[in-house]
């Protein structure tokens, strides 16, 4: 992570990073060049309504933004790849299993079941800028998830409101899982009508869509929150399956009582990615067992 001390030095490495020009950056966002260039000799602050504008277009957190676009900036560290903020060198890594284990009774009220109308637009520009294969998002999809599934289907905000994370869980039947797990199809081609109920199927099937969070506070709360869906689960016979194009969990996965079932070094060289994408599958109940 690099440390930030205003917003221009944020936007300068933004668009080196995504290697845009200023007009590039300035057509991104709807504003004129020379605003972007005040922007970044630190001239002017960003209107207060403009912030979120900003954040959809670029998907950087609405904390970071909202902490460096100050008379008095709050510095801040920030991670391109992983886009990731933290206040403090300390605290950039991701946590220990062991703080899920110690703290898992700890709740958030900025959690909630996903309102679709609201959210979509933050979860699709989201995954879609996420995803480099042939992944996409489809609506009719996400919407019955959260019908079928709400507990799994929900999103984090900060303390102004602004989306900051989210967790799509899929309760598949076993015909798209072993369509999946044989690489016959892949995200992009997973519908509605290959969801279930899975209170009624004697071994239930979680796919695990999307979870992400800006910082490791809001992880910490989405995945609290997802490992008690497990630990109050009735049906121990369940399974657990998803597909990752990101290797900074990769210890994590195994450590909680997932395997990986295939790799894709041939994809990964296609889409210059730092770890080839896998199929994941298994259950959390020994790493619950610890509570």
Same mark, same amino acid.
């Given at each position: 992570m690099n440390s930030y001390n205003s917003i221009g030095a944020l936007f300068i490495d933004y668009r080196n990073f995504y290697n845009l020009s200023q007009s590039d950056f300035a057509d991104a966002i709807n504003v004129d060049l020379r605003t972007v260039q005040r922007w970044e000799k630190n001239l002017t602050l960003i209107k207060s309504e403009k912030e979120e504008n900003i954040v959809l277009a670029t998907l950087m957190p609405y904390q970071l933004i909202h902490n460096l676009n100050a008379v008095v900036p709050i510095p801040t560290f920030y991670n391109f790849k992983t886009r990731k903020y933290s206040l403090s060198k300390q605290t950039n890594d991701l946590p220990k299993l062991s703080w899920f284990i110690d703290q898992i009774e700890i709740t958030s009220s900025n959690l909630r079941t996903i309102e679709f109308d609201y959210d979509f637009k933050y979860? $699709?520009?989201? !995954?879609d800028s996420q995803k480099r294969d042939n992944n996409y998002v489809n609506a009719e999809l996400i919407k019955e998830a959260i019908r !079928?599934?709400?507990?799994?289907? /929900?999103?984090?905000?900060?303390?102004?409101?602004?989306?900051?994370g989210h967790c799509i869980v899929l309760p598949i039947n076993e015909k798209t899982y072993n369509r999946l797990k044989t690489k016959e199809i892949t995200n992009k081609?997973? +519908?509605?009508?290959?969801?279930?109920? /899975?209170?009624?199927? $004697? +071994?239930?099937?979680?796919?695990r869509y999307d979870i992400t969070g800006d910082c490791n506070d809001t992880i910490f709360y989405v995945m609290a929150h997802f490992f008690r869906f497990f630990r109050d689960l009735e049906n121990k016979n369940y399974l657990m399956c998803g597909y990752t194009e990101r290797d900074d969990n990769y210890q994590v996965n195994l450590q909680i009582g997932l395997k /990986?079932?295939?790799e894709d070094k041939a994809l990964q060289k296609e889409l210059n990615l730092e770890a080839p994408p896998r199929f994941f599958e298994g259950n959390f109940n020994n790493f619950l067992a610890q509570l």
């Amino acid at each position: 992570m690099n440390s930030y001390n205003s917003i221009g030095a944020l936007f300068i490495d933004y668009r080196n990073f995504y290697n845009l020009s200023q007009s590039d950056f300035a057509d991104a966002i709807n504003v004129d060049l020379r605003t972007v260039q005040r922007w970044e000799k630190n001239l002017t602050l960003i209107k207060s309504e403009k912030e979120e504008n900003i954040v959809l277009a670029t998907l950087m957190p609405y904390q970071l933004i909202h902490n460096l676009n100050a008379v008095v900036p709050i510095p801040t560290f920030y991670n391109f790849k992983t886009r990731k903020y933290s206040l403090s060198k300390q605290t950039n890594d991701l946590p220990k299993l062991s703080w899920f284990i110690d703290q898992i009774e700890i709740t958030s009220s900025n959690l909630r079941t996903i309102e679709f109308d609201y959210d979509f637009k933050y979860i $699709e520009q989201f !995954i879609d800028s996420q995803k480099r294969d042939n992944n996409y998002v489809n609506a009719e999809l996400i919407k019955e998830a959260i019908r !079928i599934l709400p507990e799994l289907n /929900f999103v984090h905000t900060g303390k102004s409101g602004y989306y900051t994370g989210h967790c799509i869980v899929l309760p598949i039947n076993e015909k798209t899982y072993n369509r999946l797990k044989t690489k016959e199809i892949t995200n992009k081609d997973i +519908r509605a009508k290959d969801l279930v109920d /899975f209170k009624t199927l $004697e +071994r239930p099937i979680f796919y695990r869509y999307d979870i992400t969070g800006d910082c490791n506070d809001t992880i910490f709360y989405v995945m609290a929150h997802f490992f008690r869906f497990f630990r109050d689960l009735e049906n121990k016979n369940y399974l657990m399956c998803g597909y990752t194009e990101r290797d900074d969990n990769y210890q994590v996965n195994l450590q909680i009582g997932l395997k /990986f079932i295939w790799e894709d070094k041939a994809l990964q060289k296609e889409l210059n990615l730092e770890a080839p994408p896998r199929f994941f599958e298994g259950n959390f109940n020994n790493f619950l067992a610890q509570l």
